[in-house]
């Protein structure tokens, strides 16, 4: 079965957030981590994966990543505590 998630990934020091969506998501965040693709994330060193939601249907997933990137920054904090109290990097806890 085909997964889609929907994530967030932050600096070091969580000065940003950066929500995305992928159909893998261990590729995806190697590739923030080795910066291979120029933009938001390269420029602001965005490669710690803090949050993740998984969806069986892309439009789902598409949606609920518009939806995040419309919230502010609070909530988005509040979201990564309830799952991500201590802002632990999840990348080595998925399992594509």
Known sequence: MKYYYVYIVS???HYVFYTG????LCRRTVEHRLKIYRGFTSKYNCFKLLYFEIYHEINDAKHRERQLKR???NW???LIKS????????????KD
């Not at 799952?83 to 998925?94: E, G, Q």
């Open 11 to 13: 600096n070091w020091n």
């Open 83 to 94: 799952i991500n109290p201590t802002y632990k990097d999840l990348f080595f806890d998925v």
């Open 21 to 24: 969506f992928a159909d893998d």
């Open 76 to 78: 988005k904090e509040n």
């Open 71 to 73: 919230y502010r920054r």
